[in-house]
């Protein structure tokens, strides 16, 4: 058995997989690229995948390259 099982989407910006997704799992992880993403936009996503029943953890900054 596991305790946790991870699906990484494609942006969600760019495909509506994540939200799809979000509503059959038991939480949600948005990472943004900070100072580089838009606050409306942060916010909109968050919003989505929080209204799609997946309780949304965190946000997490890439790790730096």
């Known amino acids: 058995t596991w ?9 969600s910006v760019a495909a509506g997989d994540a939200v799809d997704l979000a509503a059959r799992a038991d939480a ?3 990472v943004i ?4 993403e838009e606050r409306g936009l942060v ?14 953890l965190c946000f997490t ?5």
Do not use: K, M, W
């Not at 690229?33 to 580089?36: C, D, E, Q, S, Y």
């Not at 916010?43 to 949304?56: I, N």
């Open 3 to 11: 305790d946790y099982i991870l699906i990484d989407t494609a942006p």
């Open 28 to 30: 949600s992880i948005l």
């Open 33 to 36: 690229h900070a100072g580089r």
């Open 43 to 56: 916010a909109r996503l968050a919003r989505q995948l929080s209204e799609a029943r997946g309780e949304l």
């Open 61 to 65: 900054p890439p790790c730096a390259h």
